[in-house]
């Protein structure tokens, strides 16, 4: 009897183990800033949170989450409310965030731009007999000015466009690519820090077994993932502030799935789907990271008539090779294929 009960256990659909590791997420989220907040001596907040419903939530997490733990393996389910600990989440984070978490800023990428016509003319011949050729990707993005408003949920419709397009790029490879919509991050980023939120796109990359398990079961800390999987992140945002004041944010993510997946180095993007800076970040072995931005690549231009805003073919195209080319190589430092460098060489 004990032995059917517990075959039963481990045959539970993923999709049920799934659903059950975002309530675990989210719980903890909400834990985590309640403890946070019951230390702080200067948080109004502090003085209304009951120490006995906190207790409460505390142990249903954990023993939440040690019941994951059992029915789909060692996920490093932990608690994230120790006193003392604090936590960020990925949209409050500001520049002085990342200081105190030693995350620093480094020099902008320089732009080679002979490397980057080689990389432009090779990839937009890439997946001709794919539905997503760049003829394909041209004519969608000049579609979707005509359609969708300027704010973060059409921007979002132009990221997709640039995923599809990338997908058929990478087809032919030896790795396959899936991608996380609203990945759940909690991350120990130092013995008294964690990180967490939600990451907007998060594509994967490694054998296909295992990249579309994750699909599955997306929990970026479990040692398959970790051993196999390579992640590259983007961060979208609208058009009502400047795209640079959202780089904070950004990092954060990306050093926050570089610590669960267990990379030293990770790449990613910020974009309003019109605008794009590329973004790459170092882990240090002793603690914290330095990031480095790409100048801004833009898919509009003016038009011969000096006043007419036009779509531009070579940007779009650009754009879509870095990406490709940034995921097939996210946990890697700029090499010499790259169109981007530390420093002018």
Not at 11 to 21: A, D, E, F, M, R
Not at 56 to 79: E, M
Not at 101 to 108: S, T
Not at 165 to 190: I, P, Y
Request: charged share 20%; net charge negative.
């Amino acid at each position: 009897m004990a032995s059917n009960e517990n075959k039963r256990k481990n045959n539970l659909p993923l999709s049920t183990n799934n659903i059950l590791v975002q309530c675990h997420g989210v719980l903890e989220d909400v834990v985590s800033r309640l403890a946070t907040a019951a230390i702080d001596e200067d948080s109004e907040e502090g003085s209304l949170i009951d120490s006995t419903v906190l207790e409460t939530l505390q142990s249903v997490a954990s023993n939440l989450g040690s019941k994951l733990n059992d029915r789909i393996g060692p996920c490093l389910f932990r608690p994230r409310y120790e006193p003392r600990q604090q936590s960020y989440g990925f949209r409050s984070l500001t520049a002085d965030g990342l200081e105190k978490l030693e995350v620093d800023r480094g020099d902008n990428l320089v732009y080679l731009p002979d490397r980057a016509l080689i990389l432009r003319s090779s990839s937009a011949q890439i997946a001709e007999e794919e539905f997503w050729t760049s003829d394909a990707l041209y004519s969608h993005l000049k579609m979707l000015k005509q359609f969708v408003t300027l704010n973060e949920a059409g921007a979002r419709l132009w990221t997709n466009a640039f995923f599809f397009r990338v997908r058929a790029m990478l087809a032919a490879t030896d790795k396959v690519m899936v991608l996380s919509l609203e990945q759940h991050v909690n991350a120990n980023v130092n013995p008294t820090t964690d990180l967490t939120g939600y990451v907007d796109y998060t594509a994967l990359r490694g054998p296909k077994a295992v990249a579309e398990s994750f699909l599955q079961t997306p929990i970026l800390s479990l040692k398959k993932n970790k051993d196999s999987l390579t992640p590259f992140v983007i961060e979208v945002k609208g058009f009502d502030l400047p795209l640079r004041n959202y780089l904070p944010q950004t990092a954060g993510e990306m050093y926050a799935c570089g610590k669960t997946i267990g990379k030293s180095v990770v790449r990613g993007a910020l974009t309003n789907g019109q605008q794009w800076i590329f973004i790459i970040l170092r882990i240090n072995p002793d603690g914290g990271a330095i990031y480095y931005t790409t100048p801004d690549i833009a898919l509009f231009g003016r038009a011969r008539d000096g006043v007419r805003q036009e779509l531009l073919r070579d940007a779009c195209d650009t754009v879509a090779a870095i990406m490709a080319q940034w995921i097939e190589y996210s946990d890697q430092n700029l090499g010499e294929s790259d169109c981007f460098a530390y420093s002018a060489i």
